[in-house]
């Protein structure tokens, strides 16, 4: 994300805080919808700071790219 803005962070759900805290460190994007890899930047609704733990720092940061698509849902992804 190269026009990074921290947002306000938004629900977080119990899947989402599993997924960070196995991945460890780094970032956690919020994909939305099923994306073979590698995931294209309109389908990421935004990222969570992870610490070394894979415990969530508050700090979020927005997509400004991200674009809804119909097929909704959404699901982790470390990097």
């Given at each position: ?38 995931v ?40």
């Open positions: 994300m190269s026009d990074e803005q921290t947002a306000t962070l938004p629900e977080i759900s119990a899947e989402l805080r599993d997924a960070a805290r196995q991945a460890g460190g780094g970032w956690l994007d919020e994909v939305v919808g099923n994306h073979a890899h590698p294209p930047v309109t389908a990421i609704k935004g990222a969570w700071k992870l610490d070394a733990n894979g415990e969530l720092t508050g700090e979020y940061v927005a997509n400004p790219n991200f674009r809804r698509t119909r097929s909704g849902g959404g699901c982790p992804f470390h990097r």
